[in-house]
Every structure is written in structure tokens, then in C-alpha cells.
């Protein structure tokens, strides 16, 4: 039974620490430092999503990304118009939060 009673002592300090390393890991300017990594990610996410309605996204370039709110890179087409490729990336986690083809 003690060996059961260490281990269920141990596993939540063992927890603490893989969350701090994590954290310590990510770089200073975050995951997508500049606009160019920004562009560079949404073009990966959104080629699947233009090829799955049978459409080419270099047909939508060139895009460009605007950093909002010093977090969120917002990348898009750079010729104005309606509709286009559209997505949301965080610039400190690299997740992306929209991803689309906007009409």
C-alpha cells in the first residue's frame, strides 16, 4: 500500500514540472515571430481547404498578415475585394484560430 500512497504523492509535482518546462520552451517572440512565418502557416492550412471545393489558392495570392492586438496575426489576400482566403493565427502559441474561404 506505501508504494501506492508515493506515487499518487508524486504524480501531481511530476505534472507541475512538465507544464513548466513546456513553458519555458517557447520562444521569446512566440511560435510565428513575424509576418512572413504568419503567411507562411496560413498558406499550409488553407491549401487543404481551398483544394477540398476545387479551387487553387495561388489563384488568391499574394496574401499579406497584419499583427492585431500585438497576438493575433491575420492573414489574407492582399488584392481587395470580396471574399478570399482568411485566417487567424496566435502568434504566441502558433494555434490557429480561423481558418476559412470566404466568399
Given at each position: 500500500?506505501?508504494?501506492?500512497?508515493?506515487?499518487?504523492?508524486?504524480?501531481?509535482?511530476?505534472?507541475?514540472?512538465?507544464?513548466?518546462?513546456?513553458?519555458?520552451?517557447?520562444?521569446?517572440?512566440?511560435?510565428?515571430?513575424?509576418?512572413?512565418?504568419?503567411?507562411?502557416v496560413?498558406?499550409?492550412?488553407?491549401?487543404?481547404?481551398?483544394?477540398?471545393?476545387?479551387?487553387?489558392?495561388?489563384?488568391?495570392?499574394?496574401?499579406?498578415?497584419?499583427?492585431?492586438?500585438?497576438?493575433?496575426?491575420?492573414?489574407?489576400?492582399?488584392?481587395?475585394?470580396?471574399?478570399?482566403?482568411?485566417?487567424?493565427?496566435?502568434?504566441?502559441?502558433?494555434?490557429?484560430l480561423?481558418?476559412?474561404?470566404?466568399?
Amino acid at each position: 500500500m506505501k508504494p501506492l500512497l508515493l506515487l499518487a504523492l508524486l504524480l501531481p509535482a511530476g505534472q507541475a514540472t512538465a507544464q513548466t518546462a513546456s513553458n519555458d520552451a517557447m520562444p521569446e517572440k512566440g511560435y510565428v515571430p513575424d509576418a512572413a512565418t504568419a503567411v507562411a502557416v496560413a498558406e499550409a492550412v488553407l491549401r487543404p481547404i481551398y483544394a477540398q471545393h476545387g479551387w487553387k489558392l495561388q489563384n488568391c495570392q499574394p496574401l499579406a498578415a497584419t499583427l492585431r492586438n500585438d497576438s493575433v496575426w491575420v492573414v489574407r489576400k492582399r488584392r481587395p475585394g470580396k471574399g478570399g482566403p482568411y485566417a487567424e493565427i496566435s502568434k504566441a502559441t502558433g494555434c490557429i484560430l480561423v481558418a476559412e474561404a470566404r466568399k
